[in-house]
């Protein structure tokens, strides 16, 4: 039950430690669409209001921005917001590398970013939910493990008690077992010496009853010589 106590404990860890991980990359990603999305609308205003072109440089950087947070991501999830991360990336380079700006596929990857930046909220979102479980039910373990533990610590208490009071009382009895063998082996040595004494004093009552049946044939005999 140790054991179990332990593993729970350690599950508790890396999952708060797993969520912070996957919390501060979603972050760090939706921040980065929220930036994009900012810099490619104000990319096209400018656009429209100078009638130049000079977005390829940051074009370019904005597709390394997310080509660093696929790999951020790729670390938590395989799936999911990732799918469109490279469609971004793409056309991002595509659109760095022209002379002019097409308007229309900015448009495009700007929805294309909207898109990725609601996954993140609901893929952040449906983290938070899990992790609530997942630590809840976690926590409840634990504490039921403890409790587990607690109470079986003070039935062995309670055992051990009682073991002592049993060995006690075995000594006790073990105590008076003995005392009572050495009465009986005292009254044996009486009843031994009793017979002993008896067989004595049947020997001289008979010695002597036949000393004094002869004296007593001896006066007889006297007693009709006379």
Excluded: W
């Excluded at 100078?50 to 947070?69: A, C, D, K, T, W």
């Excluded at 009682?162 to 063998?181: F, G, H, M, P």
């Excluded at 020997?203 to 006379?226: C, H, P, T, W």
């Amino acid at each position: 039950m140790q054991t179990d106590l332990y593993n729970a404990s350690q599950d508790l860890e890396k999952e708060n430690t797993t969520f912070e991980e996957h919390h501060a990359s979603f972050e760090e990603a939706i921040i980065a669409c929220e930036e994009a999305i900012r810099l490619l609308n104000d990319l096209v205003s400018s656009h429209v209001t100078s009638g130049g072109n000079n977005s390829g440089v940051m074009l370019v950087q904005l597709s390394q921005r997310f080509e660093s947070i696929k790999e951020l991501l790729e670390k938590h999830v395989q799936k999911g917001p990732n799918t469109f991360i490279q469609p971004i990336i793409d056309v991002l380079m595509e659109l760095g590398s022209k002379s002019h700006l097409d308007l229309e596929k900015v448009q495009q990857i700007v929805t294309l970013i909207q898109t990725l930046l609601e996954r993140l909220k609901q893929g952040i979102h449906d983290r938070e939910l899990s992790h609530e479980t997942a630590v809840e039910d976690l926590t409840q373990l634990r504490e039921h493990l403890q409790s587990a533990i607690g109470t079986s610590t003070t039935n062995v208490e309670i055992y051990e008690e009682r073991l002592s009071e049993i060995e006690t009382r075995q000594e006790q009895l073990q105590k008076l077992i003995d005392d009572i063998e050495d009465v009986i082996d005292g009254t044996k040595n009486v009843l031994l010496n009793t017979e002993s004494e008896c067989r004595a004093a049947d020997s001289q009552y008979n010695e002597e009853q036949r000393k004094r049946d002869g004296q007593l044939a001896v006066l007889e005999k006297l007693i009709q010589y006379f």
